[in-house]
């Protein structure tokens, strides 16, 4: 079983909001007590953070679901429900979070980065909340907002100093391996490595030190940006890294530098052009296996005689078509290795810590990452019309209030219009072109629109009548 997960979904689900209490005063020697209901606590929110403890994300693979705690019900005596605690969900630094339609709602791309992914449900007030001069003894409360619900689809892409990209079998785990304590699995054969390693390497004296991270990018073919291969699902970890290596099999058969070069950068090119504008290394591997030539094969390494490709025409012209792939000079490469007898390690190594110092440098100066914001549903009311020609009541407000009160109750319905009125819902209704007898949705609330007397008549059912509102209303002990 791989213990690298690159992708995977989770399933949210914040705290619903405790429900607002129904309670009057109830003490010896106080008659006529008043309405002490109160509030329910609202419901906790879940919260996704970048964590540098998290590798992967395998945590999510088979355990999906996350929860936030609800919020207690509110109780007699004016005593409010507590909160309920908030969920905090570490996830990989370099995770990118997106809606189920392929939308980016977060990128988590530094450590302690913070998203909220689901908000918790709102309380709801007790009977004491709707205590007015008019209405003496409220007989009713409001229900918890329930919290918000969803599925998101989360993706690594993994933060890496050096990225090193090449076909498979080229030598990239062998080589993360000589200049890092990373441990891939290395064999002779093509798409040994499935999954991306990382490895930390050091160069220079304490005090003096350059540390960067180098990423294995399993082997790319011909394709792989269009998803042949096994390489395709891969490309992304290729998107943070400063510095790209392009390493070069130079004691392939099959391929010559400049075929594998050109196939590379091709494929790096149509999943991101951008790719191609970064510092990046053209690194022969294999040096130590690569078969004996003539001068014109060592101009081509750019190394000595031993470690020549093939002595002949061809390879000859196989180093223009190189130094054509790689824009470079007639060797078309910058250096070349060995990871068995160590040959061009340090050189390696050293340039890789000059250019990837240099590219932090430049980062530091450079604008600031952009910040993705998630909108959930705005305040503000707002009015659509349905195919049906019915009139859709939008807005995180006027759903609330519905959502929250018991239609049921006279008193509470009373509110509900008023409510209404004063969230500017009958002013965006005549805006959008609304006329009597005009059927009205607002959330589970379906109604015949009368602008006369401001009636709720609902549908398939008969005409609820304004209450009548009455003075000092008690409850039958």
Do not use: C
């Not at 160069?203 to 294995?216: C, L, M, R, S, T």
């Not at 990018?217 to 269009?226: D, F, I, K, Q, R």
């Not at 075929?259 to 091709?266: H, M, T």
């Amino acid at each position: 079983m791989s213990g690298f997960v690159d992708e995977a979904q989770i399933h949210v689900k914040a705290g619903d909001g405790g429900a607002g209490a129904v309670s009057f005063r109830r003490e010896a020697h106080v008659s006529q007590g008043g309405p002490d209901g109160g509030d329910g606590g609202r419901g906790g929110d879940v919260w996704l953070e970048a964590s540098t403890n998290q590798a992967s994300l395998i945590g999510f693979r088979d355990h999906p679901h996350r929860r936030a705690e609800s919020g207690r019900h509110g109780q007699g005596k004016r005593r409010h429900g507590a909160r309920g605690a908030d969920l905090e969900v570490p996830v990989p630094v370099g995770t990118v979070v997106r809606d189920r339609g392929g939308t980016v709602l977060a990128d988590m791309a530094h450590p302690g980065d913070r998203w909220r992914a689901a908000r918790g449900g709102r309380g709801g007030r007790g009977n004491a909340r709707f205590l007015t001069n008019r209405r003496r003894a409220p007989a009713f409360a409001q229900q918890g907002e329930v919290g918000d619900e969803l599925w998101l689809d989360l993706e690594l892409k993994l933060l890496a100093d050096v990225a090193l990209v090449g076909i498979p079998n080229a030598g990239k785990s062998t080589l993360i391996s000589r200049i890092s304590a990373a441990r891939p699995k290395v064999a002779d054969y093509p798409f040994t490595t499935l999954e991306p390693h990382l490895g930390v390497v050091r160069i220079g004296q304490p005090g003096d030190e350059v540390e960067f991270v180098v990423a294995d990018v399993p082997g790319l073919v011909e394709g792989a940006s269009e998803g042949k291969g096994l390489g395709h699902r891969f490309l992304r970890h290729t998107e943070r890294a400063r510095v790209l290596v392009i390493l070069l099999d130079l004691a392939s058969p099959e391929h010559t530098p400049g075929d594998q070069a050109a196939v590379l950068l091709r494929e790096l090119q149509r999943y991101r052009p951008d790719l191609l504008q970064r510092p990046r290394l053209m690194v022969g591997s294999k040096a130590d296996i690569g078969m004996v030539g003539s001068k014109a094969d060592i101009g081509m390494v750019g190394s000595k005689a031993d470690i020549g490709m093939v002595g002949s025409k061809a390879d000859v012209a196989s180093s223009n078509d190189l130094a054509l792939a790689t824009g470079r000079g007639s060797d078309g490469l910058d250096l070349s290795v060995s990871a068995v007898t160590g040959h061009g390690i340090g050189e390696l190594v050293g340039r890789l810590a000059t250019i990837v110092t240099g590219a932090r440098e430049a980062d530091d100066t450079g604008p600031a990452p952009s910040i993705v914001v998630h909108r959930p549903l705005g305040e503000d009311v707002e009015v659509t019309r349905d195919p049906d020609g019915s009139f859709v009541v939008g807005g995180r407000s006027a759903l609330r209030a519905v959502a929250l009160s018991d239609l049921t109750d006279e008193d509470a319905l009373d509110y509900v219009q008023q409510r209404m009125r004063r969230l500017g819902v009958e002013r965006a209704l005549v805006r959008a072109g609304v006329r009597d007898g005009d059927v009205v949705r607002l959330g589970n609330l379906t109604f015949t629109y009368r602008p006369d007397d401001g009636a709720i008549d609902t549908e398939g059912a008969p005409t609820v009548d304004r209450p009548t509102r009455r003075r000092g209303r008690r409850p039958s002990d």
